[in-house]
C-alpha cells in the first residue's frame, strides 16, 4: 500500500493546482492519479503536422482572476502568451453576425430586426412575469420566443441534449436579462449594448497549445505523478484507491461515475451518482482554411444542417497555425459526412446540469466532507466551470485544507 496525507484524483487544471498548491505550501506527502498517460486533462493539447490541437475544444486562460493568471505565469512566463479580445461569432442564416445574438440583430435585414424586438418587448422576464420552471418555458421567458426558436433552443439541443427540458433552470440564472432598450439601442445606433459573456479578455501561448503548461505543472510533480493510473475501485472506509493507494485526505478531481466498484458510500449516495449525466463530444481538426472570412476565435451554428454546435478557428488565437477544428456533440457525430485529418471523442465532456443534479452533489459533497473527501472542480463538483474557475478553486480549498491542518 502506498500512503499519503493527500490522495488526488485526477490530474487536470484542478488536480494539477491542488497538487503544486501542497508543494508551495512546503507539504511534499501527496500522490496524484491520472487515468491518461499525460496531464492535463480537458485541456490536453495533441499536435497534427505540428499545428496544436486542443483535445476539450478551445481553451484559453481567462483574465478574470489575477493569482490563476499568476500561477500559470509561474510555468509559462506572460511574455510567451499572446493577449486577445473575445471575438465569438454566429452562423445564421448563411452569413457571420455577433454574439451574443440579441444584441447584434442590428446586422440582420430590417424587417427580422422589427420581428426581433417585438417579439422581445413580450418576453417575460421583460413583463416582469414570474420565471416559469422547465427549461424551454424559460428559454422563451428570458429572450422571448423568436430568439428562443431561432438561436437558443437549436443550439443547446445540439450540445446538450434533444429532450431540453431533462435540464434545470438553476444554472441559467447568470444570463442578463435582454433588455428591450438596449436592443432597441444597438439596432438604432449599430453597436454593442448589454453584458459581454465570459472570456472578455484572455490568453493562448504563442509557441504551443494550451495543454503544455499543464504538462509542465505534472513535471514539477516528480514522481507524486502517477500516469495510467486508471482509477476503478474505492473502499472510503479507508479512503483506499485500487488496493494500492490510500490516503488521509481524497481530492475528487475525477468523474464520480468512473467508480465501477465503491465501498464504504451509503446506498443513497451512490445510487444518486449513478444518475449524474453527461454529455460527450467530439474534436474534428481540418487542416485547410475556413470557407468563410473572420476574425472571430470561436463561432457557434445553431442550424440542424450543421452537425457540430462549434467552430474554432484557431489561426485567431493559436497564431501562426493553420485550419481549424469543429465540436459536435457524440449523439450527431454520425452526422458529419466530411472527413477531418484528426479526431478525438471526449467521453466527459459537459456535466450536465439536470433537474436533480444539485439535491445529489450537495448530499455528495457534504457527506464527503464528513470523511475528509472533497469532491473538486469541474467533475468533482459536476460544474461547468472553465479551467481558471477549477485552478482558483483548487486554490482555495488547498488553503482551507492547510489552515485546518494548523489548527488541529
Not at 510533480?221 to 473502499?235: H, M, N, P, Q, S
Not at 452526422?335 to 466527459?348: A, G, R, V
Request: charged share 25%; glycine share 6%.
Amino acid at each position: 500500500m502506498i500512503e499519503s496525507k493527500y490522495l488526488i484524483l485526477g490530474a487536470g487544471p484542478s488536480g494539477l493546482t491542488a497538487a503544486n498548491m501542497l508543494l508551495d505550501k512546503g507539504i511534499d506527502d501527496f500522490i496524484v492519479l491520472e487515468k491518461e498517460a499525460e496531464a492535463g486533462g480537458l485541456c490536453r493539447t495533441a499536435y497534427v503536422e505540428g499545428q496544436p490541437v486542443d483535445f476539450g475544444g478551445g481553451h484559453i486562460l481567462d483574465t478574470r482572476c489575477q493569482k490563476v493568471d499568476d500561477f500559470m505565469f509561474r510555468f509559462l512566463p506572460q511574455e510567451e502568451w499572446n493577449a486577445f479580445e473575445r471575438d465569438s461569432q454566429i452562423y445564421f442564416k448563411g452569413r457571420l453576425m455577433g454574439s451574443p445574438f440579441e444584441a447584434h440583430i442590428w446586422q440582420l435585414p430590417l424587417e427580422e430586426q422589427v420581428a426581433y424586438l417585438q417579439n422581445i418587448a413580450v418576453a417575460g422576464c421583460n413583463l416582469k412575469q414570474p420565471a416559469p420552471e422547465k427549461f424551454i418555458d424559460w428559454i422563451e421567458w428570458k429572450l422571448g420566443t423568436k430568439i428562443a426558436a431561432d438561436y437558443m433552443l437549436p443550439y443547446n439541443k445540439k450540445m446538450f441534449s434533444d429532450n431540453l427540458n431533462l435540464l434545470g433552470t438553476y444554472w441559467l440564472e447568470k444570463l442578463p436579462d435582454v433588455s428591450f432598450e438596449e436592443t432597441l439601442m444597438s439596432c438604432l445606433e449599430h453597436k454593442f449594448y448589454g453584458k459581454q459573456p465570459c472570456h472578455t479578455h484572455f490568453y493562448y501561448p504563442k509557441q504551443e497549445g494550451f495543454g503544455d503548461v499543464f504538462i509542465r505543472m505534472a513535471e514539477r510533480l516528480g514522481k507524486r505523478f502517477y500516469c495510467k493510473e486508471d482509477v476503478k475501485k474505492i473502499d472510503f472506509n479507508t479512503n483506499t484507491v485500487n488496493d494500492k493507494f490510500q490516503g488521509e485526505t481524497v481530492i475528487v478531481a475525477m468523474p464520480w461515475t468512473e467508480f465501477q466498484e465503491i465501498t464504504g458510500m451509503p446506498e443513497r449516495i451512490r445510487s444518486g451518482i449513478e444518475r449524474l449525466s453527461y454529455s460527450s463530444v467530439q474534436i474534428d481538426y481540418y487542416k485547410k482554411e475556413l470557407p468563410y472570412h473572420t476574425s472571430a476565435q470561436w463561432i457557434y451554428f445553431p442550424e440542424e444542417a450543421y452537425s457540430y454546435h462549434r467552430i474554432m478557428a484557431m489561426q485567431n488565437f493559436a497564431l501562426g497555425s493553420y485550419g481549424y477544428w469543429t465540436e459536435t456533440n457524440s449523439e450527431r457525430v454520425s452526422l458529419n459526412e466530411e472527413n477531418s485529418d484528426f479526431y478525438y471523442m471526449n467521453q466527459y465532456a459537459y456535466p450536465l446540469n439536470t433537474l436533480d443534479k444539485p439535491l445529489i452533489m450537495d448530499e455528495l459533497l457534504q457527506w464527503g466532507r464528513n470523511h475528509k473527501v472533497y469532491g473538486l472542480g469541474r467533475w468533482g463538483e459536476w460544474q461547468h466551470y472553465n479551467a481558471d474557475v477549477c485552478m482558483e478553486r483548487a486554490m482555495n480549498l488547498i488553503d482551507e485544507l492547510t489552515r485546518q491542518r494548523r489548527t488541529v
